[in-house]
Every structure is written in structure tokens, then in C-alpha cells.
């Protein structure tokens, strides 16, 4: 006599091994970060493993900025500083009717000096390596 299976098996077969996803990785998350995580996942129409997987694989991640990039930074923004108040002292001789080349001169080099430091900061805050 020949055997049926009279209750075959419901639902969705079995991934090949090669396709499933057996690793799991745990994160602590408070109340609010996981909320947020939830809406997004929301949003973006996928449940939260789908997102947080698509977060991790594909996001950019930068480094943190090393305690003497942190100095080079705060010494570029005294120098910054420093050029700008000098800059506005020289615009104020300008104004009060010195019209010397040499001053007018002084005071857009200054500025120029002050854009550049002011760029090389920018650089540096956004892309820790570029320097």
C-alpha cells in the first residue's frame, strides 16, 4: 500500500543554507532611539531588521577626530580669530579717511588670510584626513 502525506507542511519552505541569515547581532538601544529607529523603518517601508541592515551596510561612517586634530582646529580658530579682529581694526583707520594704499593693501591680505584659514578648517572638520 502506497503512503500520503496527509498533512503536508504549510507555509514557506526553507531558505538553502547559503541564503539564510543565522548571524545576530544585538544592540542596546534607550526608549528614544528606538522609536526613531521604528519610524524611520516605517517611513521607509521595511521592518526594523531590513533597515538597521541597510543603515549598517550602506551608511558612511567617519572617524573621530584624534585629541591633536582637535589642537591643530582650536589653533587655526585663534589665528581665525586673531585675523578678523586685526582685519576689523584696519577696516576702522580705512573708514576714518586714511586712504594709504599700504593700508588698503594690509587690510585685504588679511581678509584673504582670514578666508583661507577659515577654508582650511572647514576642510579639516569635515574630512579628518585631508591634511
Not at 21 to 47: C, H, M, P, R
Amino acid at each position: 500500500m502506497r503512503q500520503t502525506n496527509s498533512r503536508p507542511s504549510k507555509g514557506r519552505p526553507k531558505l538553502p543554507a547559503d541564503e539564510r541569515k543565522s548571524i545576530l547581532v544585538s544592540v542596546k538601544l534607550d526608549i528614544d532611539q528606538y522609536k526613531e529607529i521604528t519610524d524611520k523603518a516605517f517611513v521607509a517601508g521595511l521592518n526594523r531588521s531590513e533597515y538597521m541592515r541597510h543603515a549598517a551596510l550602506h551608511c558612511k561612517v567617519v572617524e573621530r577626530l584624534k585629541p591633536k586634530d582637535v589642537k591643530a582646529i582650536r589653533d587655526l580658530q585663534g589665528i581665525a580669530e586673531n585675523l578678523n579682529r586685526n582685519a576689523k581694526f584696519v577696516s576702522a583707520i580705512i573708514k576714518g579717511g586714511a586712504n594709504d594704499e599700504q593700508f588698503i593693501r594690509t587690510y585685504k591680505e588679511m581678509i584673504a588670510c582670514k578666508n583661507f584659514v577659515l577654508s582650511l578648517i572647514k576642510n579639516y572638520r569635515y574630512t579628518p584626513d585631508s591634511l
